[in-house]
Structure formats: C-alpha cells, structure tokens
C-alpha cells in the first residue's frame, strides 16, 4: 500500500469496521441495484410521502453514514490528505452509490446535503482542489477534524438529543411516553433529576439501553462542548475558505437546523444550569465564585459558538466551489436567494417549496476571516 | 503527522476494550513506546483531552510512542477501576501486538510482529485518574506476588491528581456546572459515584495507598520507580490538594490553568503539552 491508500484504508476503517451501518447499507445498495429497485426507493422516500418508522429510522441511518463517509472523503480530498482523485477502488464504490438513482434524489432532492454532490462532482472529474495547492496544513487540519468529529459519530446520546430537537418529540421506554424538549429542559432545571439523567450508564439499565431522556440531556452537554472546539478548528482554517466550509458542511445540517429554531432552545438550556445558582448561599456564591464565574464563561462561549455556527457564514465556500462549474445554478440561486441554511437538509419542508431563513443577527464574537457578500458572490 | 487516524481499540478477539477507548498507532515500523491516557472524574477517554489526540501527532518526540485513550466508568469505586487497567497496562506490556495494535488497525496497514514489546510506557493521568493509574500499577504483580517487572518500564505523568485528597463539596461542583450544591444533591452524587469516597481526602483508599507505594519504593526501588510520578497542578484549581505523593518529583505548576484546563493543550497554551514531552523518555 502506499500512503494515499493506507490513509483512504483509515478512513474507510472509521465508516466500516467501526460503524455496522455504511456496511449495511452497500449490501442493500447491491440488492437493490441487482432487481429491487422499487425497495429501496421506498426506503429512501421523503418523509411528508409517507412517516418513517423506526425500522426504517434505523436503515436510512445506513445510507446517512455511507454518506457521512463519501462526505469525509471529500473533505480528505480538498484537505490534500488524500490526491485530487482517490483511489479507485473507491472512485468504483463512490460512483456506485451516488449514481444510483433513489440515493441521489435522496441527498440531492429530498434532503439536499453538498459534500456528497461535491464527490460526485468529483468522482466525474469537474472539481478540483484550488485553494489548498501548496497549502501545507490541510492535511494536518484534515487530521484534527477526523479526530474531532469521530467521537461525535460514535455518541449515540448526541444523535438522539439532536433528532429530539429536529423531530419534536420522541418515545420514552422507561417512562412509557413521548418525551420533548421541554422534558429535557425540565430535567436541566433540577440538579437531583439532572445528575441522575447525566450519570446513568446503559448497563445499569433492565433493557440495556439508555431511557430517551438521559440519551437527550447527556447529548445535549456534549453537542453544547463540542461547539467551541469545532469553532476554534474553522477559524484556524480561515486561510482555506475551502476547507473551512467542507468541514462545517460535515456537520452542516444540525447547524443549519439551529439557525432555523433550535438556538432559543439551547439557550434555554444553558439559561436553566444558570439557574442552580439562585439555590447557593451567599457564603457558598463567595466561596466558589471563581469556579462559578469560569463555568458561567464556558455556557457564553458554547451560546457563542452555537449562534456563530448556525449563523450560516461557513456555508459559502463550498457552495460556491460548486456553483462556479457546470450547471449548478440551482444552488447558488438555493443558497444565495434562501440564504446560507438551504444548503441544509430539511427534514419538515415540501418538496416544492423553498425554506424561508432568516439569518440571525450577529453574535459578539470573534468574525471569522471568511466575508462573503451574498450580493456580489 | 507521524501517526494514523484515530480508531476503536480492540481486543484479540477484535471486540472493543471499551465502549470509549481508542488509538492513535504510530507509523513507525518499531514505536519504542505508547503512551496510555487515563481520564479523570467524569471524564471521557478522548474529549478529556481536548487537543491532545489532534496536537501530540504534530510533536516529533512523540513519532515513536503509540496514543491509547483508556476509558472508565468513573462512578465504579477506584480499585475496582483499577483492577479493569491493571489488566489492560499488562496485555499492553507483555503483548502489546496481538492484545492491542494489530486488532485495532485498519484491514491493510502493515501488522507488528507478534513479539513487538514497547521500551516505554507512559501514562499521563488526570485527577482521578491519578489515583486509578496508581491503584493499578500497586496491582500488577507476578506470579510470586512481586511486582510485575514490566513495570520498571513505566513512567507517570500525573495532571491535578487526587492521589493526595480532593474536595467533596468542589468535586459536586465539577459535576453541577461550578455550583456547590449541598444536602440532596450531595447525596444523591454520593450515592451515584462511589469513587468520591476514594478521592476525599483523608480516605482510607488514599492512606493504603500511600503506605502501599512507600512499602514498595523500600523493598523493589528498580521496579517501583514507575511511582515518583511527575506531576502538574494548576495554580487555579481548588479541588485536589497540591501536597507531594511519597517520593514524586518536584510539582510543575501550570499559569492560569484550573482542574479542568490543566490537561488541554491548544495550539496558544502549551504548557500542559511540554510537560507531557519533557516525562518521555
């Protein structure tokens, strides 16, 4: 193997061996392509056509992580981790899934994603890396981003407080109940009920699992710490505008999310750990004011970086590495007319309907480097 | 970068060591060491250490040593916790290759000869993971209950441990967002984590454990040296007792960092970085 293919083999690694479900979802892939077409077209249905259920959650899981790991290929490509051109057992694999015609509507049309239309640009040879030729850091950059990101891929808790928030509500098994996010904040309220949700351990459980409650409010710690982390990476990438976006499009359809409904959310969130200060004394406020201060600092920085990455700023560069080849004007009129979050999967929206987005107003914050003007881009 | 992206560690078996644990092996043919992390109080195997998986890859003096981030369930009493590291660091020691590496590096990359061993293994070790790390180490011994001679090969490198007594109340603050909240919420932390008894100061489980690492450096100086930790406090922590453990090495005190900040590196505060290179060998 030479270094290219020992790095792709990395990464393919992450997806397949430790991951069941990119795996899962190739095979079903070449059944379908063998005959069953119409299956999997079903499966790959948008969801106002007809609801999911949980089965079917947990299949289409399968293609959101192949195409989580054609996403992070990408983002290796435009990185110099990996050449321009991958290797070609991959370009072979790649084509394969993002030619098929239920898979492509699927990322293209009912939940529109880029980093896998830019590989399939790729995979046809019309995209190129411009920004990053004789940009040494890329591939370090590229390192750093996996290494964030994977622990992230791997925490079942974050997805559930995530699909909490984009679905509304979810079934309980302990409680035997749909619980909403007005549970999880209700649970962030009360110390006692907060350290038994935060502390609790799928082993401990009769059923094995988690309860969706405990999933939702440890999720939602760690979506609310790897926030400032994922920032602090895309400023330091502020050089490759590039780069920068590919790695905030990875994750890009939570932020968008965000930025449509979900930062009031959080923020109530963060508001109600602020809370448990009012149940300290005056003595205990004076004695622990220096932790109490760092700790109210760190809720700022995570509200912080959640209004700056679901602001949209990030999404431009890659958007606009596709807009300027070929025809894909749909999406630079998607992204420049909608603003930056019609770059994002919706999950609630019609088909023949365009989101109406707002962009937040800006945070105090540090700006990142990237400034695109909407007008003239 | 010197090493390979991060994966799942396994076992030979090829299931998981843990629900958290990863690594990042190095790409050298022959790593004269690994270097094992052991998360503190609430901790995780990885995001404890914030950059250091993504930074230590950039070092050069760190090429040669493998990364193995070791999880724990921190609410477990810390003996116990240890026991479950004794029996990783020895697989480690005696047959890193087959118990470790191979399994857990992706289908293709080249394979280490079964009989690979590591010159060198460093743990680095946050809060309570100073204490398990400890804990482990008093426990690997051979056949003849004596030391495990692997074990001259170890060196400690301890951030904020709480091997010489931590603060309750200030350990409910580190899992209650900074607040110190009493009374019911005390108890139910209590009850929950069963290693705040281990860590509170004056605890029998700190007592044993010093007497336990004072008897060793008398009777097996050579194998037990591995327990003259080195060690990096914060100026600005309030949670564990900065008093020197036995016979460790002079404390490095690291500006403007508090218990939690001590082990996270970035790209602007090194400190906790170069303290961690100046233990490998």
């Known amino acids: 193997m030479n270094q290219s293919e020992e790095r792709y083999a990395q990464i393919r690694h992450a997806y397949f061996r430790d991951h069941a479900g990119a795996g899962q979802a190739l095979e079903r892939l070449d059944a379908a392509q063998s005959g069953k077409r119409g299956k999997l077209a079903r499966l790959l249905r948008h969801h106002d056509d007809e609801p999911i259920s949980d089965r079917e959650v947990r299949e289409r899981d399968g293609f959101d992580q192949l195409l989580a790991f054609l996403g992070m290929v990408e983002i290796a490509c435009v990185a110099t981790y990996l050449p321009a051109s991958p290797p070609r057992d991959h370009t072979r694999m790649a084509e394969r899934v993002l030619n098929d015609e239920a898979v492509r509507r699927y990322y293209e049309d009912y939940y529109p994603i880029l980093l896998p239309q830019a590989h399939r640009r790729r995979m046809e040879g019309s995209l190129l890396n411009t920004d990053l030729q004789g940009f040494r850091r890329g591939p370090q950059l590229f390192d750093q981003f996996f290494t964030l990101s994977l622990p992230l891929e791997t925490s079942g808790t974050i997805e559930t407080f995530l699909r909490l928030l984009d679905e509304g509500a979810r079934h309980d098994h302990e409680l035997d109940r749909l619980v909403t996010l007005d549970d999880t904040i209700a649970v962030l309220r009360d110390p006692k009920r907060f350290l038994r949700h935060a502390s609790a351990r799928a082993p401990d459980r009769s059923s094995g699992e988690l309860s969706t409650l405990s999933e939702s409010v440890q999720g939602f710690l760690g979506f609310v710490a790897f926030a400032p982390r994922l920032l602090a990476l895309l400023e330091d990438a502020a050089d490759t505008p590039l780069l920068q976006s590919s790695m905030w499009h990875y994750h890009g359809y939570w932020w968008g999310q965000m930025g449509q409904r979900m930062g009031a959310d959080v923020r109530r969130g963060l508001e109600a750990i602020d809370g448990w200060e009012a149940r300290l004394t005056e003595v205990e406020r004076r004695q622990f004011k220096s932790s109490l201060s760092a700790a109210r600092g760190k809720r700022r920085e995570q509200a912080a970086a959640l209004a700056f990455l679901s602001s949209g700023r990030f999404s431009y560069g890659l958007a606009e590495s596709l807009l300027d080849r070929g025809p894909w004007g749909w999406v630079r009129d998607l992204v420049i007319q909608a603003g930056p979050a019609a770059a994002r999967r919706p999950r609630k929206r019609r088909k023949d309907t365009l989101p109406k987005i707002d962009l937040p107003s800006t945070p105090e914050v540090r700006l990142p480097s990237i400034q695109i003007d909407p007008e003239t881009a | ?281």
Not at chain 2, 182 to 204: C, F, H, M
Request: positive net charge; aromatic residues 8%; charged residues 20%.
């Open chain 2, 1 to 281: 970068m010197h090493h390979n992206l991060l994966t799942t560690m396994r076992r030979a078996d090829a299931s998981p060591w843990g629900a958290e644990h990863k690594t990042r092996l190095a790409m050298a043919a022959k790593p004269k060491g690994a270097m094992v992390f052991v998360h503190g109080f609430r901790g995780h195997a990885v995001e404890t250490w914030h950059e250091f998986p993504g930074l230590l890859p950039l070092e050069a003096k760190a090429a040669s040593y493998d990364l193995l981030f070791y999880g724990y369930d921190t609410r477990q009493q810390a003996p116990f916790s240890a026991a479950k590291l004794a029996t990783f660091l020895t697989a480690l020691a005696q047959s890193p290759a087959v118990e470790v590496v191979n399994p857990s590096m992706a289908f293709g990359l080249p394979e280490r000869p079964a009989t690979f061993q590591y010159e060198h293994i460093v743990i680095a070790a946050h809060s309570l993971g100073a204490v398990v790390a400890r804990l482990a180490l008093l426990q690997a011994v051979d056949a003849n209950g004596d030391p495990a001679p692997w074990l001259s090969r170890v060196r400690l490198a301890l951030f904020a441990p709480a091997h010489s007594g931590a603060t309750v109340v200030a350990l409910i603050a580190l899992l209650m967002s900074g607040a110190p909240l009493k009374g019911q919420v005390e108890a139910v932390a209590r009850r929950l984590y069963k290693s705040i008894n281990d860590v509170e100061t004056g605890s029998p489980t700190l007592k044993e454990m010093r007497k336990a690492t004072r008897d060793l450096l008398r009777s097996h100086a050579q194998v037990a040296s591995c327990h003259r930790a080195w060690v990096a406090h914060g100026e600005d922590d309030y949670i564990v007792s900065a008093r020197q453990f036995v016979k460790d090495q002079p404390t490095t005190a690291i500006d403007q960092a508090d218990h939690f900040d001590v082990c996270k590196p970035t790209a602007k505060k090194r400190e906790p970085m170069d303290f961690l290179l100046g233990v490998l060998p």
